[in-house]
């Protein structure tokens, strides 16, 4: 992992503006950074997260403040594990906070210690999850190097959804669970040169959510807020994108209940080549050679879907386990 580029901020506001001082922090919380030194926040570089700090950048300075904005790698007196540490106990911290709201509502369901269950209103029951899922959900998000206490919470966010709801499933990894049927007829959003988890997060959603589902291709540089008609996927703050461990492919396959139909192979090479993981699937490495051939043909990006589609419609042949075995 020492090969991470890293995203670096720092602002100055003049003093009296407190006010924008705080919003400033928010965003950049909202954002997942952490200080790495000083006044020096820092980020991994992922797709939709330079262009939310420069956006952020342009905002200080429209309120009279100054913003650097730098990539690079880790800094000469500080390596990319000690980076990742910052990240990752930073999040456990707020899982924490998480757990210690979860366990004292579970203990109310089950009666612990002996009581009768609390008398919780279905009504306030499903108002409680719905709050702990979205704050769950938005963690989970910016989770960019998961410790052990996120999949712990999870876990429990689960257990705590089948108390509140017996014999209700329970959503995979945190992920909600959607209804294919909400999303049909929608225009599809991505950014511009689609790699691995685009190409085949929208070859799932064409094969197995909506086969008339249209693509567009957001440019980098510009904001792409939600609207209606749409849903956006691997970009930041999308609908469907990491979620925690999972990559874009894996939310979409969790979210629309696909996995069985998704063989693990399959997702399990998806997720090699987007996450670059020493240890996935020996096919993994062919198939990433294929793949960048592919996208080094001539061709926009709507060509390199439709030939990755093709690649992707194989892979799924080849991985699936033959009828009346």
């Known amino acids: 992992m020492n090969n991470i580029s890293w995203l670096y901020f720092?602002?100055?506001?003049?003093?009296?503006?407190?006010?924008?001082?705080?919003?400033?922090?928010?965003?950049?919380?909202?954002?997942?950074?952490?200080?790495?030194?000083?006044?020096?926040?820092?980020?991994?570089?992922?797709?939709?997260?330079?262009?939310?700090?420069?956006?952020?950048?342009?905002?200080?300075?429209?309120?009279?403040?100054?913003?650097?904005?730098?990539?690079?790698?880790?800094?000469?007196?500080?390596?990319?594990?000690?980076?990742?540490?910052?990240?990752?106990?930073?999040?456990d911290a707020d899982w924490?906070?998480?757990?210690?709201?979860?366990?004292?509502?579970m203990d109310r369901l089950r009666g612990a210690g002996g009581e009768a269950p609390d008398?919780?209103?279905?009504?306030?029951?499903?108002?409680a999850l719905r709050k702990i899922a979205r704050r769950a959900e938005a963690l989970a998000a910016v989770d960019y190097f998961p410790g052990p206490r996120g999949p712990r919470v999870r876990?429990?966010?689960?257990?705590?959804?089948?108390?509140?709801?017996?014999?209700?499933?329970?959503?995979?990894?945190?992920?909600?669970?959607?209804?294919?049927?909400?999303?049909?007829g929608l225009e599809w959003v991505t950014r511009e040169n689609p790699y691995v988890d685009r190409l085949a997060s929208f070859w799932l959603v064409r094969r197995f959510v909506d086969p008339g589902a249209r693509l567009r291709f957001a440019?980098?540089?510009?904001?792409?807020?939600?609207?209606?008609?749409?849903?956006?996927?691997?970009?930041?703050?999308?609908?469907?994108?990491?979620t925690g461990p999972l990559t874009t492919f894996e939310t979409l396959c969790a979210a629309f209940s696909l996995e069985a139909r998704v063989p693990a192979l399959l997702r399990e090479i998806i997720r090699a080549i987007d996450l670059d993981l020493e240890a996935g699937p020996p096919e993994a490495l062919g198939v990433k050679r294929v793949l960048d051939g592919l996208c080094r043909l001539p061709g926009d990006d709507f060509e390199r879907m439709r030939r990755a589609s093709d690649l992707f419609d194989a892979l799924l042949a080849a991985t699936e386990t033959p009828k009346g075995e």
């Not at 008398?119 to 108002?127: D, I, S």
């Not at 876990?155 to 669970?177: D, R, S, Y």
């Not at 980098?220 to 703050?237: K, L, N, V």
Request: hydrophobic share 45%; proline share 10%; charged share 25%.
């Open 10 to 91: 720092s602002f100055t506001l003049p003093a009296k503006n407190q006010a924008g001082r705080m919003r400033v922090w928010r965003r950049l919380g909202g954002l997942g950074a952490v200080i790495a030194r000083g006044a020096l926040y820092v980020l991994p570089r992922r797709d939709g997260l330079r262009e939310q700090l420069v956006w952020l950048a342009k905002e200080v300075e429209d309120l009279g403040g100054e913003a650097l904005l730098l990539e690079s790698g880790a800094p000469a007196n500080l390596e990319s594990p000690d980076l990742e540490e910052l990240f990752t106990k930073a999040r």
């Open 119 to 127: 008398a919780l209103t279905p009504q306030a029951q499903a108002q």
């Open 219 to 242: 440019p980098e540089d510009q904001p792409c807020p939600p609207s209606p008609g749409t849903a956006r996927f691997d970009m930041d703050q999308a609908e469907f994108t990491h």
């Open 155 to 184: 876990t429990l966010l689960n257990e705590l959804a089948a108390l509140a709801a017996p014999g209700a499933p329970a959503p995979a990894h945190g992920v909600p669970l959607r209804d294919p049927a909400d999303f049909r």
């Open 96 to 105: 924490l906070a998480i757990e210690e709201e979860v366990l004292p509502l």
